[in-house]
């Protein structure tokens, strides 16, 4: 198992530029999470998805964050437009959930920069 | 805002000492959990203890939840160069998996 797959590693943009982080779950997983980590505020749950439904996303800071997850395979989490306070680490988890939920197995994550 | 609080924010310890990390938390909690992450990577699941249980151990590591006190402990014994890295708590409050995970503690273990 390859683990929990996010692209791209690093992402250096210029302010107001649309970015768009991706994220892979585990094979069987149904349920995943997006995290932002800053030094600041530590980790941040921003949405989180069960069977590909958006259950929570009340940690998006704004109307500029969205996220999709289009089937069971594949996550997206865009930032439109992008602003330097939203430089940060943002991580992708993944889980079974219910009765079989054990923890998340995380992604490297994805430094963005935005400069 | 952040559930789960750990103390200390720092430790440092020489190679083969214990290692003792703490986590208080505020609300009634499923689940508390401890990750570690090393630096530049993603967080690593370590050990999940339920609210029904008190104690539970994995390899080097001891974890304990008292719910009356809402704190949990995670000793990891005999100390590595390779534990060095920052050790998260992360509480789930209901019947789904969300986690709200504390700000961490940074552990070096000195060779």
């Known amino acids: 198992d390859a683990g929990v797959i996010q692209s791209p590693r690093h992402e250096v943009t210029e302010m107001g530029q649309e970015v768009t982080l991706r994220c892979k779950p585990i094979s069987g997983h149904n349920s995943l999470f997006w995290y932002r980590q800053t030094m600041m505020r530590g980790l941040e749950l921003l949405i989180y998805?069960?069977?590909?439904?958006?259950?929570?996303d009340s940690g998006m800071p704004e109307d500029r964050f969205s996220a999709k997850m289009p089937n069971a395979s594949f996550s997206t989490l865009k930032i439109q437009p992008s602003e330097p306070r939203d430089s940060a680490v943002y991580f992708c988890?993944?889980?079974?959930?219910?009765?079989?939920?054990?923890?998340?197995?995380f992604g490297s994550g994805t430094r963005l920069t935005v400069v | 805002s952040q559930q789960g609080e750990e103390d200390p924010q720092a430790l440092s310890i020489q190679e083969g000492e214990n290692a003792t990390m703490n986590c208080s938390y505020k609300?009634?909690?499923?689940?508390l959990q401890w990750y570690r992450q090393n630096s530049g990577r993603g967080l690593v699941h370590l050990i999940l203890?339920?609210?029904?249980?008190r104690e539970k151990h994995s390899g080097r590591l001891r974890v304990t939840l008292d719910t009356s006190k809402k704190s949990s402990s995670l000793l990891i014994t005999a100390s590595r160069a390779a534990d060095t890295a920052s050790y998260f708590c992360?509480?789930?409050?209901?019947?789904?998996?969300?986690?709200?995970f504390g700000k961490g503690i940074t552990l070096s273990v000195r060779p």
């Open positions: 609300t009634s909690i499923n689940n």
């Open positions: 988890a993944s889980s079974l959930g219910g009765q079989g939920f054990v923890g998340y197995t």
């Open positions: 998805f069960n069977n590909n439904v958006p259950i929570d």
């Open positions: 203890i339920r609210s029904n249980e």
């Open positions: 992360a509480t789930g409050t209901g019947a789904n998996s969300k986690l709200t």
